[in-house]
């Protein structure tokens, strides 16, 4: 969930790997809102806002692109 907060607080991408309940995806997503059960972000696959439940988000990273950009 940290990697998650920093994504809110401080307007940086993240990277996630998603299960829905049929498929994987890897997405890249923006965070605007968490709880413990869901997490609404911005969906740069899908172009939209999406809404994320916890148990499906198997994995998270930073994205590399947001860290250059915010370095300089």
């Given at each position: 969930?940290?990697?998650i907060a920093l994504s809110q607080?401080?307007?940086?991408?993240?990277?996630?790997?998603?299960?829905?309940?049929?498929?994987?995806?890897?997405?890249?997503?923006?965070?605007?809102?968490?709880?413990?059960?869901?997490?609404?972000?911005?969906?740069?696959?899908?172009?939209?806002?999406?809404?994320?439940?916890?148990?499906?988000?198997?994995?998270?990273?930073?994205?590399?692109?947001?860290?250059?950009?915010?370095?300089?």
């Amino acid at each position: 969930m940290k990697l998650i907060a920093l994504s809110q607080n401080e307007g940086i991408k993240i990277d996630i790997i998603y299960f829905d309940g049929e498929s994987f995806t890897k997405r890249k997503i923006l965070v605007h809102h968490f709880t413990e059960q869901t997490v609404d972000a911005y969906c740069y696959l899908r172009k939209a806002p999406r809404t994320f439940k916890t148990d499906g988000i198997l994995a998270v990273s930073l994205d590399s692109h947001s860290l250059e950009e915010r370095s300089g």
